[in-house]
């Protein structure tokens, strides 16, 4: 019932933007913590960066300070990635997750039940 779809994801190259979305359904999605995640080939899956409830925001990779931001629309149920000044390593399928543990601050990544399908992130010229 609970479902989360990303959307944005394609072909950009190096030094561009890209925004991804992650639309909620059958949830309110303020109500949850949000993150994250990416998958690139032959490697784990790995939390990139959190929302939580209250809105603040947690960079579990150094990798990504800087570059990109997490950010969500109440009114329209939505989280969404900016991505700048993107490099090839970050090529991956990018999924957004929800995670409705207690309290305010964010949790660690293992927290996060809920998952999109995914969407694909190429970095290439």
């Known amino acids: 019932q609970v479902q989360l779809v990303e959307s944005g994801g394609g072909l950009v190259q190096p030094g561009g933007s890209l925004r991804l979305s992650c639309a909620a359904s059958?949830?309110?999605?303020?109500?949850?913590?949000i993150g994250w995640f990416r998958q690139a080939p032959g490697k784990e899956r790995e939390g990139i960066l959190c929302l939580s409830r209250s809105d603040d925001s947690t960079a579990y990779v150094d990798s990504v300070k800087g570059r990109f931001t997490i950010s969500r629309d109440n009114a329209k149920n939505t989280v969404y990635l900016q991505m700048n000044s993107l490099k090839p390593e970050d090529t991956a399928i990018y999924y957004c997750a929800a995670s409705g543990t207690y309290g305010n601050r964010c949790p660690p990544p293992t927290a996060f039940a809920s998952w999109g399908q995914g969407t694909q992130v190429t970095v290439s010229s």
């Open positions: 059958g949830f309110t999605l303020n109500y949850y913590h």
